[in-house]
């Protein structure tokens, strides 16, 4: 898997990135894993998994096993632009469910703590709509949400003061 074009995101576990690629694996249905490194005698303890490499939605992704000094936080999340409501239910209610949580504005924390946006369509266009009123409207919408409802910011937008 490993190439010398594009980007590969590392994601830096606490000595479960191999059952966090298998989680992901799962979840997106496109995705493949690639090789799987074994710690040595050189980068004790042995045996353990050093990193496990995967892709999903074409991305490429290396699973480290880092050690507890640098947890996820929000500050860095993965959008899911989907192609419809169903999609969009599905990505929701797979990540933030066994063990992950709902935060703000369709964002989630998966079991792992890695944060993922979930963006149904039609919401982008409703928040950068080229009426401010219309465009505010819907944003504060958003923002009364967890999980997002495009049918209710699309009503909010609609609404004239």
Do not use: H, M
């Given at each position: 898997m490993s190439d010398s074009t594009g980007f590969t995101t590392c994601l830096w576990f606490d000595g479960d990135a191999e059952a966090a690629a298998d989680y992901y694996l799962?979840?997106?249905?496109?995705?493949?894993?690639?090789r799987?490194?074994?710690?040595?005698?050189?980068?004790?303890?042995?045996g353990e998994?050093?990193?496990?490499?995967?892709?999903?939605?074409?991305?490429?992704?290396?699973?480290?096993?880092?050690?507890p000094e640098f947890p996820f936080t929000e500050a860095v999340s993965f959008m899911i632009d989907c192609a419809d409501e169903a999609e969009a239910?599905?990505?929701?209610?797979?990540?933030?469910?066994?063990?992950?949580?709902?935060?703000?504005?369709?964002?989630?924390?998966?079991?792992?703590?890695?944060?993922?946006?979930v963006i149904p369509p039609g919401l982008h266009d409703l928040i950068a709509d080229p009426d401010p009123g219309r465009a505010t409207r819907a944003t504060a919408a958003m923002m009364t949400m967890k999980k997002l409802d495009v049918a209710q910011m699309r009503r909010a937008a609609d609404a004239e003061g």
């Open positions: 799962s979840v997106f249905k496109d995705g493949k894993r690639g799987t490194v074994r710690r040595n005698e050189a980068v004790p303890p042995g998994v050093l990193f496990v490499e995967f892709e999903i939605n074409g991305q490429k992704f290396v699973g480290l096993n880092g050690g239910d599905y990505y929701y209610d797979e990540l933030s469910g066994n063990g992950g949580q709902e935060s703000a504005c369709g964002w989630v924390k998966d079991r792992f703590g890695v944060s993922w946006q």
